[in-house]
């Protein structure tokens, strides 16, 4: 999807309105259950932003209160368009995506009893991952060493951290047809260390497009297929737009033998929600909460039931939401919103 670059840009806009202050630690006042025992056996995540400064715990007991069980850490790094050099760990990282910050969020989940997947995202600046190309076998032999050292460094923290699932790429559409004997070595080279699941994000109209999913353990997309350009989409017309989604994914799901896992769901509170969002990002489209509710409504009673579907990590969960203001934002996140109240239901079946 067109929301690589896009979601880092809009992830910094939205932490600026929440202000990850001691102050607005405070202010929460998060009661976390020492004993929380999720009931789901479906995997109920969210995609939870990188802070910028160091936070406490709060935020996981706002993750019990919706009956997560899982919490998917981004560490983002960041390439130029038709450079090879993979940049992290320079120092111009949120405390959130660094090694430091991933370790203390990791602790911080497990201790509250939820599950952590492990996401890197490399986002490129003007465009989206996943049309990333190069122009010479010299420039990807760099990128690949430079992306290998950039995996490996968190996937040395899952091991350490007993971290439940390691996502190894998300939404790298060119780069994984064009050279998918790297991601082969890569698995390989991930799992003499790394002990936990592994899975990669494709994007919703490529997964079929990837060649290694029988060397991982779930099939995992990012689930933005578009439904309808209803400016209020009707529930029950969503759940029949997702009925010939719902078939091939079922079925490839058994000619793979792999489960499939959302590693990303998710829909703007904004006119035309269950549509082509991403399209849209830098638009000043009306606020529709209704229509991001319906669509998660949807989501849910289509997929939530199904033995082949693992289950799905939301975009997107800020640390101290309760400064999110519903009502003047369009912004992915369920959070304070009616789409929360759907999540909750179905994450605690």
């Not at 600046?125 to 049309?131: A, K, L, P, R």
């Not at 968190?154 to 350490?160: E, G, L, Q, Y």
């Amino acid at each position: 999807m067109l929301i690589g670059n896009i979601k880092y840009l809009i992830t910094g806009l939205i932490f600026l309105f929440a202000c990850n202050s001691a102050d607005s630690q405070k202010r929460n006042n998060v009661a976390i259950d020492q004993n929380y025992h999720p009931l789901s056996s479906k995997i109920g995540g969210v995609n939870f932003t990188a802070s910028a400064t160091p936070i406490d715990s709060a935020w996981t007991g706002d993750l019990q209160n919706i009956n997560a069980n899982y919490v998917a850490l981004i560490p983002y790094a960041y390439v130029r368009p038709n450079q090879p050099k993979v940049y992290f760990g320079n120092g111009r990282q949120y405390w959130g995506e660094t090694e430091e910050g991933v370790t203390k969020n990791i602790k911080q989940a497990h201790a509250a009893g939820l599950m952590v997947m492990i996401k890197p995202q490399v986002w490129t600046q003007g465009g989206w991952i996943g049309d990333y190309d190069l122009n010479s076998e010299e420039d990807w032999k760099t990128w690949e060493s430079d992306y290998e050292s950039y995996i490996i460094t968190f996937v040395k923290i899952a091991a350490k951290e007993n971290v439940e699932i390691f996502c190894i790429g998300t939404e790298f559409k060119s780069v994984v047809k064009k050279h998918p004997s790297y991601w082969v070595k890569l698995i390989g080279d991930i799992r003499k260390i790394y002990k936990g699941k592994l899975t990669y994000c494709a994007n919703w109209d490529d997964y079929k497009d990837v060649l290694f999913w029988k060397d991982l353990d779930f099939i995992g997309i990012s689930g933005y297929f578009p439904l309808s350009d209803a400016v209020t989409p009707k529930t029950e017309d969503l759940v029949k737009a997702w009925e010939p989604i719902k078939h091939d994914l079922k079925l490839y799901s058994t000619q793979q033998n792999r489960q499939i896992l959302f590693t990303e769901y998710g829909y703007r509170s904004m006119d035309q929600a269950a549509w082509r969002s991403w399209e849209m990002e830098y638009q000043d489209r009306p606020i529709n909460n209704q229509a991001q509710a319906n669509a998660y409504s949807a989501f849910f009673r289509s997929l939530w039931s199904e033995k082949w579907f693992a289950g799905g990590f939301a975009w997107k969960w800020y640390a101290y939401f309760r400064r999110i203001d519903p009502i003047n934002n369009h912004d992915w996140t369920p959070q304070n919103k009616p789409a929360q109240q759907i999540m909750k239901q179905y994450y605690g079946k």
